[in-house]
């Protein structure tokens, strides 16, 4: 990946030199890559939770990629309501810690057991160095939702890579607890999947959609590495799961403020709520 998204993108917002801006990350850096490379070096790449998302960042000695700085640069300047922030599928917890040391009072959940371990490592030891900057950091070793996680109004949920394999009755489950958050936003291209063609977009959209979901903004465009949909949650500070499932109709909403074309992937999309599921399933 570029070290500057000007030289690859096409369109979409201009890119902000988060390295400038977001504070921290260096010395975030510099703190945990020589802890990740210990515990990757110990506990091999499998054992550890690093697999090929985390050995490909040490191998290039990076803690952040691009659109993780360019991420946090977004949410700390878009003046969003916003005190919390929880992030599925954080991995070993890089963007909590650095959303966190910014002022949010962050939180990430980590269902794969080898990586949370070490995310959690590497709370403690950032812990030891800088307790003030970590106090308001939580890793939950589990999955999304929990009842037992309270949601604070003025609260977010994100995912960024979060392109997981599950069943289509856990991506709802994962959908429908995101309702209790004011904000959810998501990288259409990645979630449950890959999916870098905009004709696709509507497999997400359906799912969240059939969820009780209103059609989302774009907040972010980075090009193929990341398009983020903000959208808005059910009641706020709600710790109930308040949702109410949408019918055929919802699609069109959708569409028109995406200003995609009524074609095929309406034809498609409608199709999935007649059957009752996504489009896209596997």
Excluded at 10 to 15: H, I
Excluded at 38 to 61: K, M, P, T
Excluded at 214 to 242: C, I, M, R
């Amino acid at each position: 990946m570029s070290d500057s998204y000007n030289e690859k993108r096409t369109g979409g917002e201009p890119f902000l030199d988060a390295k400038e801006t977001v504070r921290w990350h260096e010395r975030l850096s510099a703190l945990l890559l020589p802890a990740m490379q210990h515990v990757v070096e110990r506990q091999g790449v499998a054992q550890s939770g690093a697999y090929n998302f985390y050995d490909f960042r040490l191998r290039q000695r990076k803690v952040f990629l691009e659109y993780e700085l360019a991420l946090a640069q977004k949410l700390l300047s878009c003046e969003l309501e916003i005190e919390h922030v929880h992030e599925v599928g954080s991995g070993f917890g890089q963007l909590v810690f650095l959303l966190g040391w910014n002022g949010f009072k962050a939180a990430g959940f980590e269902l794969d057991q080898p990586r949370a371990k070490t995310g959690e490592a590497l709370r403690s030891v950032l812990t030891l160095i800088e307790p003030e900057l970590m106090r308001n950091i939580t890793l939950h070793r589990h999955g999304f939702p929990s009842d037992s996680v309270p949601v604070p109004s003025r609260s977010l949920v994100l995912t960024t890579n979060f392109a997981v394999t599950s069943t289509p009755e856990a991506q709802m489950a994962i959908v429908k607890g995101m309702r209790r958050y004011r904000y959810v936003l998501i990288d259409v291209q990645r979630f449950f999947g890959l999916r870098m063609e905009i004709e696709r977009e509507h497999e997400v959209l359906s799912l969240f959609a059939r969820a009780g979901f209103e059609a989302p903004t774009l907040f972010l465009d980075l090009g193929p590495s990341g398009k983020y949909y903000l959208f808005e949650g059910g009641v706020e500070g709600s710790g109930q799961h308040n949702y109410t499932e949408r019918r055929p109709g919802a699609f069109r909403h959708i569409f028109r403020a995406f200003r995609l074309p009524l074609g095929s992937g309406v034809r498609h999309l409608m199709q999935s709520f007649k059957k009752g599921g996504p489009a896209g399933r596997r």
